[in-house]
């Protein structure tokens, strides 16, 4: 099965600066790879994916990039603001049949004020 | 966007009562849902695949007799936690696919606490 590997677990930045979180995944066959958001308590909420035949996505702040052959993508949020503290997840699916979810393992992000 | 629902909240209950969960999708039909457990500070694990009209797929270490799932329409799914013990005390949350392409709507989360 898929296994989807995150680091760093913990980051702190200061307001305004960038983080970066990175994930692996182990199945070539995945295809689609979503990042969340959760806040304590609260579900995951959806903040930017790409699917295997893009190789960035930018929404404002945030962007991820995908590397196929190396099979690893990459969040980067730029001039982080004190909200953006939470817990984020990487994701990978192989879409395509209503394939199931293996999450990272988590990085929580800190802006420091 | 699609809505799931999850009903309750939060429960308490006693060590050795049964629980049930409820995920609902609001406004669209969900031939499959998905429930994950998630304890704190780690993340959502699979534990189940909820396949309507026929039996869930559950994941490896995770005990069917224990955590048994029913999706007996396209919008709902229940998940009960039998004789539940402390340590089944966890963030339970369901998702459901819309389409085939993978995105994922998740219910808000069911806090089950055991004593």
């Known amino acids: 099965g898929e ?18 979180i990175k994930c692996t995944y182990s199945d070539s066959a995945s295809n689609y790879f979503p990042w969340y958001k959760q806040e304590l308590g609260k579900r995951p909420q ?6 295997s035949n893009v190789g960035e996505k930018k929404d404002q702040r945030i962007a991820v990039t995908l590397n196929k052959t190396a099979k690893h993508f990459s969040l ?8 953006d503290s939470a ?26 004020p | 966007g699609a809505v799931v629902s999850q009903h309750p909240s939060w429960v308490i209950c006693k060590s050795g009562t049964s629980v049930k969960i409820e995920c609902r999708s609001l406004d669209f039909q969900a031939t499959t849902m998905f429930w994950y457990r998630q304890f704190p500070k780690q993340s959502l694990m699979l534990m189940a695949t909820s396949n309507e ?5 559950y994941e490896q270490g995770v005990e069917k007799d224990k955590f048994l799932i029913n999706h007996a329409s396209l919008t709902l799914s229940t998940l009960t936690v039998t004789s539940a013990h402390p340590e089944d005390s966890s963030f339970y949350i369901c998702s459901a696919p819309r389409t085939s392409e993978g995105e994922q709507f998740f219910g808000p989360g069911t806090r089950l606490t055991v004593l």
């Open chain 2, 53 to 57: 009209g026929s039996k869930a797929t």
């Open chain 1, 3 to 20: 296994n989807v590997e995150q680091h760093p677990s913990t980051l702190s930045v200061q307001e305004g600066d960038s983080a970066v």
């Open chain 1, 87 to 112: 817990v984020y997840f990487c994701a990978a699916i192989l879409s395509g049949g209503y394939q199931k979810v293996t999450f990272g393992t988590g990085t929580k992000l800190q802006v420091i």
């Open chain 1, 46 to 51: 959806l903040i930017i994916d790409i699917r």
């Open chain 1, 76 to 83: 980067h949020i730029t001039e982080t603001q004190p909200e």
